[in-house]
């Protein structure tokens, strides 16, 4: 297949109770100013489109259009007014590989087959969606990227070159944080050239940390295109039903809170003992209390009780959980991996309490207490105890 | 009627204390870390056996892995008092992404007992953390996907399932939403699933089918069987590296970024440190900032 066969990005619409979700005029913000630089460096002139699905949705085109859309590929239907996976599927999965509906985007005549990239949200929405679509497209898949850049890549690779040099073109370079936080991947979906397995793989995709990448700052006079598409539903994928949808608050109140001190893998020569530190401190300050991914993950032996407050994936500051903005952020042995970092950026004032002062939170926080938790704590308790009854007399 | 359960599973580093270790960059060093039954995969089968107890169903495992992940079988059918246990293993399937991974999983699933209605994945795996493998599989399998599942109830009668999935995105509030569809269903488990037996029949049955995972899992060779890629069937450049549309072009340690605040240092053994840090903090309280 040639280059031509497949252009553009097409960027998946993430809605909430018809509302877009912040993440959406992200990716968008981000593929406009991908494809500017990709249109300048290849003199070309490639589109960002954004798809849209939902019911009564048309007044959202005009938002995505001046946030960078070129065009807006809208799927109205009553059909799409939730997001099941199954259905959902099949109609991206249709617009993405429709001939007319790419004859109507400019430049892409006469041999489009597929777009060239396609991003997803990373969540609960774009993670399932991202993963069948790209099925059904046969192509591949990278998840939770937080930065991406087009390059002209020389490979030599035994499986996709048969061990002889290519350069692929127009390569999309996908950079992943791992679980740690300490080491970026970068994730390649690549054309087999080899002649003995010989396949095409596009469009090249992936999902999209939200809160990672900023929106283009909106333009009301940015020209775009609607175009609208009537989708195709089997009648058979409608047994599938939401009976119901309830909005339900998390027990975990970190908006109401003021104040929320978090803890990591610092706690981990008494673990048991720490928490009760944490959880004391965070009485005093009247926090909410949070936590960084890896304790989710259950690495220390604790009290059931404790467990199952504190070690739990409703508590997680960063990328995979909750991103905060309190008045007062205290982070309790957190390194500072770059995920956590996403979550709590926006605190008013941070303190960290850490024997380490090389640990990348020192970059991140207005007061760093060097100390083990274990002696600092109980002293900025008394301290606090303290000071509040003087202010109190 | 009788129901029959997939789990498919991961053998995965375990990150509890003691079992893994860290290079001193912070990177996870896979040599010395030990090996376990994934969390997210232990919540499946804990899910599966939900439906042992309530619907006396049949359970097979599946894992892709090398020969040490029947580990992770045996730890899985502890959980879930599997009948069968399934190892996909062959030289050919390792560097599969996870497109390639789904595509042996799926044929594994089709090799299992009976007609398989519900499979059961995990959320993600600890230390890969795509999520993508479950929906893939369900896709190739051409089951209905249903992600973040914290509650199922299956009609046998009507062959329908209800669940309870939680949707959480950024910006909103979590919702919980109420599902019913046809079987066959793939379901992956949302980490926060728990399994309620509230009636005395269904805690006998527990208690029953728990000592009988015990002795299943004592003798868990006899369940195991065994398949390479000639045995399972796949098309040899559908799997492994051939069959991986992506690949790991480079690993790199994320640079630091640009100090984002200006740290004053404090000590913990001066006092008037501490009295400064407290004053701090309750400035930072007191400020008024409307939000």
């Known amino acids: 297949m040639t280059d031509g ?155 996709k070159t048969g061990g002889k040099p290519e350069v692929y073109e127009k390569t999309l370079e996908m950079y992943r944080p791992d679980f740690s936080g300490f080491l970026w991947t970068t994730i390649l979906c690549l054309d087999n050239r080899n002649p003995t397995i010989k396949r095409d793989y596009h469009p090249q995709s992936c999902s999209i940390i939200p809160g990672v990448f900023e929106p283009i700052k909106p333009d009301p006079k940015r020209k775009g ?71 989710s993950k259950k690495p220390f032996v604790v009290s059931q009780n404790l467990s199952s407050t504190y070690m739990i994936p409703d508590r997680v500051i960063g990328t995979s959980g909750r991103k905060i903005s309190p008045m007062l952020y205290v982070a309790v042995g957190i390194s500072g991996a770059i995920q956590h970092v996403a979550g709590m950026k926006d605190s008013e004032f941070v303190v960290a309490i850490n024997p380490d002062d090389n640990s990348p939170i020192k970059d991140e926080c207005d007061i760093f207490i060097k100390g083990r938790m274990e002696d600092v704590i109980p002293k900025l308790i008394e301290e606090l105890k303290a000071q509040s009854t003087i202010a109190q007399a | 009627m009788t129901l029959n359960i997939a789990v498919i599973i991961k053998l995965e580093p375990d990150f509890s204390e003691g079992n893994v270790s860290y290079n001193p960059d912070g990177t996870l060093n896979r040599a010395e870390t030990k090996n376990t039954l994934g969390p997210h995969s232990a919540i499946a089968a804990t899910a599966a ?146 399994s309620l037996f509230n009636t005395v029949s269904q805690r006998l049955a527990y208690e029953k089918y728990q000592k009988e995972a015990k002795i299943r899992s004592d003798n868990y060779k006899q369940y195991l069987k065994v398949f390479n890629a000639q045995q399972l069937g796949v098309n040899p450049t559908l799997v492994g590296l051939p069959g991986s549309p992506t690949i790991v072009y480079k690993v790199e340690r994320i640079p630091k970024g640009k100090a984002n605040r200006q740290a004053v240092v404090l000590d913990a053994s001066n006092s008037e440190h501490i009295r400064k840090a407290v004053a701090k903090m309750r400035e930072a309280l007191a400020s008024m900032v409307i939000k």
């Open chain 1, 5 to 159: 066969s497949y252009k553009h990005v097409y960027v998946v619409i993430e809605l909430e109770s018809g509302k877009l979700a912040p993440v959406s005029l992200e990716m968008l913000g981000e593929a406009r100013r991908l494809m500017d630089n990709f249109n300048k460096k290849y003199k070309s002139d490639e589109k960002v489109v954004a798809v849209l699905l939902g019911h009564n949705v048309k007044q959202l085109t005009k938002t995505l259009i001046d946030h960078g859309a070129d065009y807006v590929i809208c799927a109205d239907h009553p059909e799409l007014e939730q997001v099941r996976n199954t259905i959902y599927t099949k109609v991206i999965s249709q617009i993405a590989q429709d001939q007319d509906v790419a004859a109507k985007i400019a430049n892409s005549t006469p041999k489009f087959i597929k777009p060239r990239y396609m991003f997803f949200g990373a969540d609960t929405i774009g993670r399932h969606l991202s993963s069948t679509v790209l099925v059904d497209l046969e192509s591949g898949l990278a998840s939770d990227i937080n930065k991406l850049e087009v390059s002209d890549i020389t490979l030599t690779h035994q499986n």
């Open chain 1, 225 to 295: 295109e609607v175009i609208q598409y009537t989708p195709k539903i089997d009648p058979k994928d409608l047994k599938v039903k939401i009976l119901s949808r309830k909005t339900i608050k998390s027990e975990v109140d970190f908006d109401s809170h003021k104040a929320v001190v978090s803890f990591g893998r610092g706690i981990k020569d008494s673990p048991e003992q720490n928490i009760k530190l944490v959880e004391n401190l965070a009485k005093v300050l009247g926090a909410e209390v949070g936590v960084s991914l890896p304790i």
């Open chain 2, 49 to 194: 056996f939900y439906s042992k107890v309530r619907y006396d169903a049949k359970i097979s495992v599946g894992t892709m892995g090398p020969p040490v992940a029947e580990m992770a079988l045996q730890m899985a059918q502890r959980i879930c008092d599997a009948e069968e246990l399934h190892l996909y293993s062959d030289r050919l399937f390792a560097g599969a992404d996870t497109l390639a991974t789904a595509e042996v999983l799926k044929t594994g699933i089709k090799k299992m007992q009976g007609n398989i209605d519900i499979v059961f994945s995990g959320h993600r795996a600890s230390d890969g953390e795509t999520g993508q493998t479950g929906p893939q599989t369900a896709w190739k399998l051409g089951y209905t996907f249903l992600g973040n599942v914290i509650d199922y109830n299956v009609n046998l009668k009507n062959r329908t399932i209800r669940v309870k999935r939680l949707v959480t995105l950024q910006g909103f509030n979590d919702v919980i939403e109420e599902v019913e569809a046809p079987l066959p269903v793939f379901i992956a488990v949302d980490p926060s699933y728990k």
